[in-house]
C-alpha cells in the first residue's frame, strides 16, 4: 500500500514561518508532479503549490512570493516552506503526489495561523 507521511503543521502567529513535509513510498519508481493543496473549513480544497519532474513549479495566486514548493527525488519527497503566514492560510494541507498510473494523496495535516 502506497502512503504519503505529512508533517510540518501545527499553530503559529501572523507572520512567523512553518514548513511542511511529504515523503512519499520507497514502492514508487518516481514521481511526476507533486504538489500541495489546502482545505479551510466551508471551502473548496484549491492548489497552493506544484512542482513537476523537471522543477517547473506553479503557485496559488494567495501564496505567490510568500510560499516556496521544493523536491528531493532521492528521498521522493516535496516540501513546503510558508514565510509570512496569514490568518487565511488557516486549513489542512494535503500532499499529492502523480506516477504513471495513478495519484496519491496524503492524511492532510492541520495549520493554523492565529492573528
Known sequence: ??????????????GESLRLSC?????????NTMAWYRQAPGKQRELV????SRNSTDYGE??????TISRDNDK?????????????DTAVY?????SPYRSYWGQGTQVTVSA
Open 49 to 52: 503549490a506544484a512542482i513537476t
Open 1 to 14: 500500500q502506497v502512503q504519503l507521511v505529512e508533517s510540518g503543521g501545527g499553530v503559529v502567529q501572523a
Open 94 to 98: 494535503f500532499c499529492f503526489m502523480s
Open 76 to 88: 521522493k519527497s516535496v516540501y513546503l516552506q510558508m514565510n509570512t503566514l496569514k490568518p487565511d
Open 62 to 67: 494567495s501564496v505567490k512570493g510568500r510560499f
Open 23 to 31: 515523503a512519499g513510498s520507497a514502492n514508487v519508481v518516481s514521481y
